[in-house]
C-alpha cells in the first residue's frame, strides 16, 4: 500500500525527472566540461593536458582567423536577422489573404525546411557550379556565367541566398500565426474608419507581431552565429577562408589542428555572445510588447 500511495503522489515527477537528466548529462556537463578544456592545451588525441589558464583566451585576440570569421558571422547574421523578417512577414501576409489554393502555398513554402542542411548545401553547391553558369551563357548573362560561391565578391550573397531559402520557412509560420491571433473586429474597425493598408500594418499588426519578431530575432540569431552545417556543405569556408563562421573555425581548430583546449576557448566566447545579446533582446523587446 505504501508503494502505490508514493506512486501515486509522486509519480508525476519522474515525467520531469527524465528531461532534466537527460539536460544535465547532454548539455550543462558537456558546456562545463568544455568550459574546463578551454584552460588546458589538450589536443583531443590523448588523456594528457596541461593547465594554461587564460593563455587560451589571450591567444584568441592575436589571431587573425578569429577577427575575420568573427566578422562574416556578424555580417552573415545580420543578413539572416533581417532577411527572415522582412521575407516572413512579407509572405505570411500574403498566406494570411483570401487567395486561391491558399493551402497549396502554405505546404509549399514550407518544403525547404524539410530538407536536411547538408542535403541542402551539397544541391546548391551543385547549382552553382555547373546549373547557373550553364544558365548564364544561354541567356548570355555575364555575371550569372561564373561559379558564384568561388568568387569572393559574390560567395557572401550565395550562401546568404541559400539560408534564407531554408531558413524563411519557420518565421513565416510564427508571423502567420501572429496575424491570426489579431482580433477581427480590431481590423473591421480600422477599416470603416478608412485606415489604409499601410496604417492597418504599423499600428495593428506589427504591435501584435512584436512577440513573433522577438522569437524570430533570436532563432536567426542563434542560427546565424552557429551557422556550421550549410557553410561547410556549400564552400567549406571558401573561398580564401571568406566564408568561415566562428562554428566551422571551432571545427577547423578542433579536427584538423587538434587544438581543442583552443577550441573550445572559442566556443565559449561565442556562447557568451549569444546569451548577452539573447538578454538583451528579450529585455528590450518586453517594453514594446501589447
Known amino acids: 500500500m505504501?508503494?502505490?500511495?508514493?506512486?501515486?503522489?509522486?509519480?508525476?515527477?519522474?515525467?520531469?525527472?527524465?528531461?532534466?537528466?537527460?539536460q544535465l548529462i547532454f548539455f550543462y556537463?558537456?558546456?562545463?566540461?568544455?568550459?574546463?578544456?578551454?584552460?588546458?592545451?589538450w589536443t583531443g588525441l590523448t588523456s594528457n593536458y596541461e593547465m594554461v589558464g587564460?593563455?587560451?583566451y589571450q591567444l584568441i585576440f592575436s589571431d587573425e582567423k578569429f577577427f575575420k570569421s568573427i566578422s562574416f558571422t556578424v555580417i552573415f547574421t545580420i543578413g539572416l536577422i533581417v532577411g527572415e523578417i522582412i521575407i516572413g512577414i512579407f509572405i505570411a501576409r500574403l498566406l494570411n489573404t483570401k487567395i486561391k489554393r491558399v493551402g497549396l502555398f502554405r505546404t509549399v513554402y514550407f518544403f525547404p525546411a524539410v530538407l536536411s542542411t547538408v542535403t541542402l548545401g551539397l544541391i546548391f553547391k551543385q547549382i552553382f557550379n555547373y546549373g547557373l553558369p550553364q544558365i548564364g551563357e544561354v541567356l548570355d548573362i555575364s555575371w550569372l556565367q561564373v561559379n558564384l560561391i568561388a568568387d569572393e565578391k559574390t560567395v557572401f550573397y550565395g550562401v546568404l541566398f541559400v539560408a534564407l531559402w531554408q531558413g524563411a520557412a519557420m518565421p513565416i509560420i510564427i508571423?502567420?500565426?501572429?496575424?491570426?491571433?489579431?482580433?477581427?473586429?480590431?481590423?473591421?474597425?480600422?477599416?470603416?474608419?478608412g485606415a489604409?493598408?499601410?496604417?492597418?500594418?504599423?499600428?495593428?499588426?506589427?504591435?501584435y507581431l512584436l512577440p513573433s519578431l522577438s522569437m524570430v530575432f533570436i532563432m536567426a540569431l542563434k542560427s546565424g552565429l552557429t551557422a556550421f552545417d550549410l557553410i561547410y556543405a556549400l564552400t567549406g569556408g571558401g573561398p580564401s577562408d571568406k566564408?568561415?563562421?566562428?562554428g566551422l573555425l571551432v571545427y577547423n581548430y578542433a579536427f584538423k589542428?587538434?587544438?581543442?583546449?583552443?577550441?573550445?576557448?572559442?566556443?565559449?566566447?561565442?556562447?557568451?555572445i549569444i546569451a548577452c545579446i539573447s538578454i538583451i533582446q528579450i529585455r528590450l523587446s518586453k517594453r514594446f510588447e501589447v
Do not use: C
Open 196 to 207: 489604409s493598408k499601410s496604417q492597418i500594418f504599423r499600428h495593428i499588426e506589427l504591435p
Open 257 to 272: 589542428n587538434n587544438q581543442y583546449g583552443y577550441a573550445n576557448a572559442i566556443a565559449v566566447i561565442l556562447f557568451v
Open 54 to 56: 587564460l593563455k587560451n
Open 2 to 22: 505504501r508503494v502505490r500511495e508514493f506512486l501515486n503522489k509522486k509519480w508525476a515527477y519522474l515525467f520531469v525527472a527524465v528531461p532534466i537528466i537527460l
Open 175 to 193: 508571423f502567420l500565426s501572429g496575424l491570426q491571433s489579431i482580433p477581427e473586429e480590431i481590423l473591421e474597425a480600422a477599416g470603416m474608419d
Open 243 to 246: 566564408t568561415t563562421t566562428l
Open 29 to 41: 556537463f558537456p558546456m562545463l566540461q568544455g568550459f574546463f578544456y578551454s584552460l588546458t592545451n
